[in-house]
Every structure is written in C-alpha cells, then in structure tokens.
C-alpha cells in the first residue's frame, strides 16, 4: 500500500461536486506536485487528508490507517503537517515562538505541572528551544530567532510557517501554494527548503501554481481538473499530456 492513498473521495459543497471519485497515491519518501486550475479541487483535497473535513465517500490512508474519519491533532499525531494558502504565523510572537507552538502536540506536560514550572517543564521548554533553534538553522532563519514573526519579510514568514510544520516532526507535510507571492529569488530559496526537507526524509505533497517550481521539484505530479484526476506521471510525462494543456493552459506548454 502506498505511503499515502486516497481511494474513489467524492466531496461535495451544496450539491456542487468539488471531488469526483478521486483516486490518489503517493508514495514514502518523494515530493509530489498537484496542479490544476483555480477551483480545481486541490484545497479540498488536502482539507480532507489533513482531517479539516469529511467526504461524501471513499477512504483515506496514511501509512495503512484509515485517516477518513479522524480529527485534525490525531492526524497530526500520525505524522502529517500541513501549511495554509494564507499565512497562519502569529506576527506577535517571535520567530522562535511560532517554531515552538508547532511542537504542542508532542509535549506531554499539563496545565498544573507548567503553571507550577516544575523541574522536568523546564528542563522540557529547555530542549524544545534548542531544537526550535536547530530548524531555524536549518531554514535559515536563525539570525532572526528573537525578531518578532511580523517583522519578516513576507517570503521569510512563508518560510517560518514551513518550519512550525516541521516542528511537528511530520513524516508527511502538505505544502498548500507556498510560492505564492514570492520574488524570483524566494521561490529559488524555496525549491531549495523543499528539496533539503526532502532530504531529511520528509514525504511531501504540494499544492501550486508556480508551474517552474512543481516542474523543477516534484518526482511525480497528479493533475487536478474541474474535481477529476485527469493525468498523473512524472514532470516530463504530464507536461506533455494533452488533456492538462487543453484544461490547465489552455493551449500553452508546460514549461514555466
């Protein structure tokens, strides 16, 4: 069974079929693009696999379990991270704090043994900063641990968001458009981020309009149109399919 799979999801909104039988699987240890149009269904999806919502029918699995039904933090728990088209950062908590309150799920303490700040609570938020510290190193973003999250330029604040989802320890991470409204030269950085967490041994599913970056970066690539998978394969197989040039580019190539 593949690392993730989504067997035959049906959504609906309002008698609007936003997912239709939607078949898809990703396999342990690759980056996987999905592209579409807008309105293709690709939020959607990943509001399902992520647990935010609940299909109509069909099933989900992560690593083997059936995920269709959980709530989000027990997702999480599993091992899946996500970002967010808009930005979820906090602006008035510092760099470091956003990377920590991506580790809440694996914390163990409670409410008495914080408010008593008991020895093995310190000793705790002690090596939660260090860690919080070693993914800002490993983002780039450690010169600015103590700066306030608002204070980042917008492409450094996508960057910090990729990194509360790290904090999480995710086996998986949902990237949901993490190009947009990015220069040139962050988009650049960012195929970099991606391609190093890769690296580390994170799986990775995103969701993205910059066709130059999905081309650039993913292994395999599934093509969303109009809530129907209409092509899946590798970058040079799907931007040849004449199915996603018609639906996706409207007669243009595949090439940036």
Same mark, same amino acid.
């Given at each position: ?11 609906? %909104? ?46 989900? %699995? ?10 989000? %933090? ?32 694996? !914390? ?33 973003? !450690? ?30 991470? !949902? ?82």
């Amino acid at each position: 069974m593949s690392f993730l799979s989504v067997e035959e999801i049906i959504k609906n %909104y309002d008698g609007v079929r936003a997912l239709n039988q939607v078949s898809l699987h990703v396999r342990k240890g690759i980056i996987k693009g999905l592209i579409g149009p807008n309105g293709a269904g690709k939020t959607t999806l990943f509001h399902l696999i992520s647990g935010m919502e609940r299909p109509a029918s069909g099933k989900i %699995y992560f690593k083997g379990t059936d995920i269709t039904s959980m709530e989000p %933090y027990e997702i999480s728990l599993l091992g899946v991270g996500r970002t967010f088209q808009t930005l979820q950062i906090w602006g008035n908590m510092t760099v470091v704090e956003n990377i920590m309150a991506g580790m809440h799920t694996r !914390l163990k303490e409670g409410f008495l043994s914080c408010g008593l700040w008991l020895p093995w609570v310190k000793r705790t938020e002690k090596e939660a900063l260090k860690e919080a510290k070693e993914i800002l190193e490993f983002l780039g973003l !450690l010169g600015r641990w103590k700066w306030l999250a608002s204070q980042l330029s917008f492409g450094q604040q996508k960057i910090l968001e990729m990194g509360r989802a790290l904090a999480m320890k995710p086996e998986l991470i !949902l990237l949901d458009e993490p190009a947009a409204g990015l220069t040139a030269t962050e988009v650049r950085r960012l195929a970099e981020r991606i391609c190093q967490i890769r690296k580390e041994g994170v799986t990775i599913l995103v969701v993205e309009h910059h066709m130059g970056l999905v081309m650039e970066i993913a292994d395999e690539i599934a093509v969303l149109n109009n809530g129907e998978l209409i092509a899946e394969g590798t970058p040079d197989v799907v931007r040849r399919n004449p199915q996603v040039i018609e639906a996706y580019l409207k007669g243009a190539r595949v090439d940036a």
